[in-house]
C-alpha cells in the first residue's frame, strides 16, 4: 500500500520528535516522590541526592513525602504516574523487596524499573553485655547450641530486619524467637531495659550505647565490616556473604517510561551520588556511599526480593 505524502510526513515527524524529545529532557521541573515521613534518614538521603542531581539536570527537583503503609502509599503513586520521567521515587529497600511478602500491596515488581542506589546500612545484631561470646561466629554457636532460648527485637513483624536475621539463622541451623516493635529505636529502648536478650535494627540508635560498654554488637547482615560499628562481624566474617540484606537506597520510575530517559536520569543520579554532599550526608548517619547502576539495581532487587519470599515462607509469615 503506498502512503500519500501527508502520512508519510506525519510518520517521519513522529520517529524524529521521539529521541529529540529524549535528547532534550527535562524541559520542566521533576517531582521526586519519597513514600517515608519527613526527618528520617530516607528522607535526608533523599533531598540531598535530588539537590545535587538537578545541577546536571538543570532542572527543580522537587520533593514530596507521601508516607504509609510501611512505604507502599508512595510507591503505589510512583508506579501509577506518567512514564515520562517527571516523576521519580526516591525509596528504601523495604517496600519493594520486603513489604510485599506480609502486606496485600497494590503493585508488582514489574510496574517499575530501578535507576540506580546509593549505597546501604548495615542491621546490626546486639547482645546483652554479659552474652557469652566476642564475635559473630561465638554467638552464633552460642545461639545454635541454645535453640528457642534467646530472644532477639525487631522492628515490626514482617519487616526487613526479621527478615534479615532469619535469614541468617536458617543457614546457620539456629532458632530465636522474635519479638517485634514500633521500630529500631523502642527495640533498643527495650533491649537496654533488659526485657530481650538481643538487639536487631539499624546502627544509629544503638550505637552510643556500645560504646558506652551497654551493648555487645557482635554481627552485621552486610558482607563488608562497617565503621560505625569496627568491633561487629560482617557476613563473610562468619562464612555468610551471600546472606546479605541490608537497608539501601535508590530511585525508581514507572516501568514504562522511554529507556532513553531513565538513562539520562541514571547518569544524574549517579554522579550526585558520588558528590561529597551526598557522601559527607550519608557518612554522618553511619551510611556507605556504594553507587550501583540500573542494571545491578534491578538484578539486587529481583534477588532480594526472591531470598526473602523464601525466608518469609519458611517462617509463615501471613500477609495482612
Not at 522474635?178 to 536487631?200: C, R
Not at 552486610?222 to 546472606?243: C, F, H, I, Q, Y
Amino acid at each position: 500500500m503506498k502512503l500519500s505524502p501527508i502520512c508519510l510526513s506525519v510518520l517521519a515527524t513522529f520517529a524524529i520528535s521521539a529521541p529529540v524529545s529524549a535528547q532534550s529532557f527535562p524541559t520542566k521541573s521533576i517531582t521526586v516522590i519519597i513514600p517515608a515521613a519527613p526527618g528520617g534518614g530516607t528522607d535526608t538521603f533523599g533531598r540531598k541526592v535530588s539537590e545535587e542531581a538537578q545541577k546536571e539536570l538543570k532542572q527543580t527537583l522537587a520533593v514530596e513525602n507521601r508516607g504509609g503503609g510501611s512505604g507502599s502509599v508512595g510507591l503505589a503513586q510512583i508506579v501509577t504516574a506518567k512514564p515520562d520521567g517527571y516523576t521519580v521515587g526516591f525509596v528504601w529497600n523495604s517496600p519493594l523487596t520486603t513489604t510485599p511478602h506480609s502486606l496485600n500491596v497494590p503493585y508488582k515488581n514489574t510496574d517499575y524499573s530501578a535507576l540506580m542506589s546509593i549505597g546501604y546500612s548495615s542491621y546490626v545484631i546486639c547482645a546483652q553485655p554479659d552474652f557469652p561470646a566476642k564475635d559473630g561466629k561465638e554467638m552464633l554457636a552460642v545461639l545454635k547450641a541454645n535453640p528457642g532460648k534467646y530472644t532477639i527485637g525487631n522492628d515490626g513483624v514482617g519487616g526487613t530486619m526479621q527478615l534479615a536475621s532469619e535469614r541468617i539463622f536458617a543457614k546457620a541451623g539456629i532458632k530465636v524467637k522474635q519479638v517485634p516493635f514500633k521500630g529500631a529505636g523502642d527495640t533498643a529502648k527495650n533491649f537496654l531495659g533488659g526485657h530481650i536478650d538481643l538487639y536487631g535494627g539499624s546502627i544509629p540508635p544503638i550505637q552510643q550505647h556500645a560504646k558506652a560498654g551497654k551493648a555487645k554488637c557482635l554481627l552485621l547482615t552486610s558482607a563488608e565490616k562497617n565503621d560505625a560499628l569496627p568491633e561487629a562481624s560482617s557476613l563473610t566474617d562468619v562464612g555468610m556473604p551471600g546472606e546479605e540484606t541490608v537497608l539501601w537506597w535508590g530511585l525508581i520510575v514507572p516501568a514504562k517510561t522511554p529507556q532513553a530517559i531513565k538513562d539520562r536520569l541514571e547518569k544524574a543520579f549517579m554522579n550526585a551520588t558520588n558528590s561529597d554532599s551526598v557522601k559527607d550526608a550519608m557518612a554522618k548517619q553511619g551510611a556507605v556511599n556504594r553507587p550501583l547502576g540500573a542494571a545491578e539495581t534491578n538484578k539486587l532487587i529481583t534477588s532480594e526480593y526472591a531470598a526473602l519470599e523464601q525466608v518469609a515462607k519458611g517462617i509463615g509469615l501471613q500477609k495482612k
